[in-house]
């Protein structure tokens, strides 16, 4: 492909037949992310404690005529996930695509009894698990010929909201460990990314009323309206393409210009 003395190369921008893990896909960003890649033709297997909500999903997705099977999870149990990423990735013929999208949320100021519990169970779930279903899943990644994973960070890993110092803390911890698998993983042709979603309508923002959504929207982002998950899918469907070959240790907030926007 090409015109003149420099070929042009030809990448591909389908997921078609990929196998892709999505951590977290009961609900939320994680259950979008995973109708948009099954639906784009990927083999998709979703993960998440909560097993019911994860075949539900599942079960839609094949509805539809997609591939899409469930497993159930705790992404803060470091020996589960040792133990079921390889399950999934022998059930799937391999993985291609990892999406570290599992996290919890629970505004829990610093005086607060159940701080420490709170704390512990955030680093768990959202930072060791993430660099526990990456480390479980290389041997495989490295048998793909356009191996990708995509960790899903926060903008309060940006900036910080009073009460959420242990999810700030997790989610900024994600970034550095996006960072450095990236340096590490780039000479096996594995690439490494992150994505920080802001205000996004999510079972983690149900609990805020239609009108202080719409207020902090309107004050904060310069879009004035806060994210659909399908909106986060579609970049991590990007950073995922075989075509997205070149891009690793990026952080890249999906904010509607939250990070951006000063008045």
């Excluded at 078609?16 to 960003?29: E, I, K, N, P, Q």
């Excluded at 009323?209 to 904060?220: G, I, K, L, M, Y």
């Excluded at 994210?227 to 952080?251: C, F, K, N, Q």
């Amino acid at each position: 492909m090409g015109f003149g003395k420099t070929p042009l190369k030809d990448l591909s921008r389908s997921v078609r037949g990929r196998r892709v893990l999505v951590t977290g896909g009961a609900s939320g960003m994680g259950r979008a992310t995973a109708w948009l890649f099954a639906r784009e033709g990927a083999i998709v297997a979703l993960t998440d404690i909560d097993a019911e909500g994860a075949e539900e999903v599942a079960r839609g997705i094949r509805d539809e005529g997609h591939d899409a099977r469930a497993w159930m999870l705790d992404a803060g149990d470091r020996d589960s996930i040792h133990a079921t990423v390889p399950k999934i990735a022998r059930a799937l013929g391999g993985l291609d695509v990892i999406v570290n999208n599992a996290g919890i949320s629970a505004k829990v100021p610093f005086d607060d009894l159940d701080y420490d519990a709170n704390w512990d169970r955030n680093i768990a779930v959202t930072l060791t698990g993430q660099q526990a279903v990456i480390r479980a899943a290389i041997p495989f990644l490295t048998e793909s010929d356009a191996p990708r994973i995509v960790n899903i960070a926060s903008t309060e890993a940006l900036g910080a909201s009073a009460g959420f110092s242990a999810y700030s803390a997790a989610k900024a911890g994600v970034i550095g460990l996006t960072r450095s698998f990236a340096v590490e993983l780039g000479r096996r042709g594995i690439t490494v990314n992150c994505l920080c979603p802001g205000p996004i309508l999510t079972g983690m923002t149900d609990h805020l009323s239609e009108e202080d959504r719409t207020t902090f929207a309107r004050r904060r982002t310069a879009l004035r309206r806060y994210g659909d998950p399908m909106e986060v899918a579609h970049i991590t469907l990007s950073l995922a393409l075989p075509a997205a070959s070149y891009i690793t240790g990026a952080v890249i907030p999906v904010d509607g210009g939250l990070s951006t926007r000063h008045a």
